[in-house]
């Protein structure tokens, strides 16, 4: 019992860090716009909550502050790839090795020493004494409930239970109609790709500030890929993509657990799995059923610059 909570409460910890970074992903490709910088938002998202706790030890603090220069960051990417029509794939691009180039150099000072601050553990009276379960759930820090409770269901019901998340939508599906609709398209995916970004800050606040409080070059590891992956896995919803990163996130545990225990299987093998995982998720559309590829199809002008005079 003991083994299975610890791999439940790993794998809720790990599932955070994708699950917000996926989240903000969702906002940015429902309106259209392929962010592929998240890896570098991640990055510069972790340093900043480091650098503010060092400097302030409140790791809230820390954490908006890494969701404004996140926000930062995604307006950047937003005024090249929306207003400049920028081809998105090489500006996401872009923006990752800036960010992980940037993070790495101004990093060094903090490297390898412990956060000043970091989240703790809030625990929920009465829910957590429920037996395996309660100690893993209900047992976390305050961004865990955030990320898997209040976030994806607000915006769920954002997207799909409001008129404003039919316009967003319109506006990721055929923004020439949403445009002679009368629903301004070039603010909407400007606003909303700038905020998916703060929500990729978010995550490596996440990371560095709650599941591993520490700072190191190359800290990220890949996770911002990952949470791409999972957009696409997730049918570009925004329950399904929390629920996506956590089953990553039990894939990490399992990673964790098998070194810790000594398992009979080479540790870079170990590490390997959420990647292994990610490419398996992403090869499954390929050779499954039709229905499948429907449910997993994406918004149909992803990643096409909007020109209002071509219609």
């Not at 790791?59 to 960051?73: E, I, K």
Request: one cysteine or more; glycine letters at 12%.
């Amino acid at each position: 019992m003991e083994l299975i909570t610890g791999i439940l409460a790993t794998a809720v910890l790990a599932g955070g860090v994708l699950a917000l970074a996926a989240l903000g992903e969702v906002l940015a490709e429902r309106v259209g716009v392929v962010n592929l910088g998240v890896e570098g938002l991640m990055a510069l998202g972790g340093l900043t909550g480091i650098a503010t706790v060092a400097a302030v030890p409140s790791p809230a603090l820390g954490f908006l502050a890494a969701l404004g220069v996140g926000f930062a960051f995604g307006c950047v990417f937003a005024a090249a790839t929306v207003w400049l029509r920028a081809n998105q794939v090489l500006c996401g691009l872009a923006l990752t090795l800036l960010g992980t180039g940037l993070a790495a150099t101004l990093g060094r000072p903090y490297a390898g020493a412990p956060a000043a601050a970091a989240f703790e553990r809030v625990v929920v009276p009465v829910l957590s004494d429920i037996p395996v379960l309660g100690r893993a759930l209900f047992s976390q820090n305050l961004l865990v409930y955030l990320i898997y409770l209040v976030l994806p269901l607000a915006l769920h019901g954002l997207l799909f239970k409001t008129r404003h998340g039919l316009n967003l939508r319109a506006v990721g599906e055929n923004p020439a109609a949403a445009d002679a609709a009368g629903i301004p398209v070039t603010a909407i995916r400007f606003w909303y790709v700038a905020l998916g970004a703060s929500l990729a800050g978010g995550a490596g606040a996440y990371l560095t500030l709650a599941f591993v409080p520490s700072w190191s070059e190359g800290v990220v590891s890949g996770r911002g890929w990952i949470a791409v992956a999972l957009v696409i896995f997730s049918g570009f919803r925004p329950l399904t993509a929390a629920a996506a990163a956590l089953l990553f996130g039990a894939i990490t545990a399992l990673g964790f657990v098998g070194q810790a225990r000594g398992w009979p299987v080479a540790p870079a093998i170990l590490s390997m799995l959420p990647y292994l995982g990610t490419i398996a998720f992403i090869i499954l559309p390929v050779v499954a059923w039709r229905r499948l590829r429907t449910w997993l199809a994406a918004p149909a002008a992803l990643g096409l610059p909007y020109h209002r005079d071509v219609r």
